[in-house]
């Protein structure tokens, strides 16, 4: 709507210095700068509906309401140029003439001095200021670096840019096909559901069976066919053996001194805490015990 608003001003402004239009009335003068502004906003107004038109036949009901609302305020704004701002304007024009003042247009000066009214258009005049500027070595280098900046920043937000589609979005919340996906997502999600595995009781004589079943989900894991990973506290007792019991070896640990005071310490320790809830122990679990 904006560029209406420059392309009416614009014709009006080269109708004033046409000398043959200077007798005209105020409706005539405003009838010719509309019969050259007229075409050119008419023409893209009717291009920009009739595109936006063509996407309200969408099947997505979100380009659709989008494509409705575009092509109504185009057509709303082009309305209110062609008589809303133009019947300003025409008032504008008529308070220019009897020299009212710009902000309050009720104060009327009581003398006004033609000849003191400069001729020089105040667009002219920043044109010709912005023209002597272009010559300046500094303004150069003030735009050359200007554009670099800009252009850097620029290309650091096209990288930094993340794309992110969800078809969800466009459709009705009381579809059947929303519906559908929704509940595919919770009932068959991509990632899988959450598993535990618990044994029966054991002791030192069964840690073999521990590494073999470790070993087993490590492969299944690699292959990522049936599980995408998995947290065992296996792992983390022979980590804990090796960083702070200095045991290399799960095998040096497989006896019945060791191990029970060794599991012990590492339920109370941060690499098994998080487990401990997991075991159930025929008595009270004592730390160092």
Same mark, same amino acid.
């Given at each position: ?47 920009? #509906?009739?595109?936006?038109? #063509? ?141 535990? #595995? ?92």
């Amino acid at each position: 709507g904006i560029d209406d608003m420059f392309v009416i001003s614009q014709c009006w402004s080269n109708m004033k210095k046409d000398a043959s239009n200077t007798k005209l009335s105020l409706p005539d003068q405003m009838g010719v700068a509309l019969k050259h502004a007229g075409v050119s906003i008419t023409i893209t107004t009717v291009t920009d #509906v009739f595109a936006f038109g #063509v996407g309200a036949f969408s099947l997505m009901p979100g380009l659709q309401s989008f494509c409705v609302c575009m092509a109504l305020a185009l057509g709303s704004i082009y309305l209110l140029q062609i008589t809303w701002f133009v019947a300003w304007m025409a008032l504008d024009e008529k308070r220019i003439a009897v020299g009212r003042n710009g902000c309050l247009p009720c104060i009327v000066p009581k003398i006004l001095d033609k000849s003191a009214t400069r001729k020089e258009n105040f667009g002219e005049l920043i044109f010709k200021k912005y023209n002597q500027m272009l010559y300046s070595f500094t303004y150069k280098v003030v735009i050359v670096i200007s554009a670099l900046t800009l252009m850097v920043f620029g290309i650091w937000g096209c990288i930094s840019m993340r794309e992110h589609f969800n078809f969800l979005l466009l459709l009705p919340e009381d579809s059947y096909l929303r519906q559908w996906a929704l509940a595919r997502e919770n009932l068959y999600p991509n990632r899988g559901w959450t598993a535990e #595995v618990f044994t029966g009781s054991f002791n030192h004589s069964d840690l073999e069976k521990f590494e073999n079943l470790t070993r087993s989900f490590q492969q299944l894991e690699e292959s990522g066919k049936y599980i995408k990973s998995f947290d065992d506290w296996w792992t983390e007792l022979k980590q804990y053996a090796l960083d702070k019991k200095n045991f290399t070896n799960w095998q040096d640990f497989a006896n019945s001194e060791d191990f029970p005071k060794l599991l012990t310490d590492f339920l109370f320790s941060s690499y098994g805490s998080k487990f401990k809830a997991n075991f159930k122990f025929a008595g009270n679990l004592i730390c160092n015990n």
